[in-house]
């Protein structure tokens, strides 16, 4: 399994950006697809994006739709998450997924992925 490390979180006002990334090391991303969740204090993980091997395709939680954009560079074995206009109820820890196996990109349960990374802490004050 790749090993993933997530990178760029921190606090921020309402209305602020930040840029997320995640880092595979070990073995490169599969081919399968990388994905980002997050989970907010006393709430369970939600899916929040997810691209494609080739950054053709992508899929997004209805919550975040026109204001976060995911991207990767292949050649820096990377996958990104740009945040905009951020508001409180973002706050959580965002976690970086890669899939092992083929799934229909808009299959967004967090069995179809098989590494995880350990997370960033995102903030967004009122």
């Known amino acids: 399994q790749v090993q993933l490390v997530e990178s760029g979180g921190g606090l921020v006002q309402a209305g602020g950006s930040l840029r997320l990334s995640c880092a595979a090391s070990g073995r490169t991303f599969s081919s399968y697809g990388t994905a980002w969740f997050r989970q907010a204090p006393g709430k369970e993980r939600e899916f929040v994006a997810i691209i494609n091997w080739s950054g053709s395709r992508t899929y997004y939680a209805q919550s975040v739709k026109g204001r976060f954009t995911i991207s990767r560079d292949n050649a820096k074995h990377t996958v990104y998450l740009q945040l905009n206009s951020l508001k409180p109820e973002d706050t959580g820890v965002y976690y970086c997924?890669?899939?092992?196996?083929?799934?229909?990109?808009?299959?967004?349960?967090?069995?179809?992925?098989?590494?995880w990374g350990q997370g960033t802490q995102v903030t967004v004050s009122s």
């Open positions: 997924a890669d899939r092992a196996n083929y799934y229909e990109i808009w299959d967004i349960g967090e069995s179809t992925f098989a590494s």
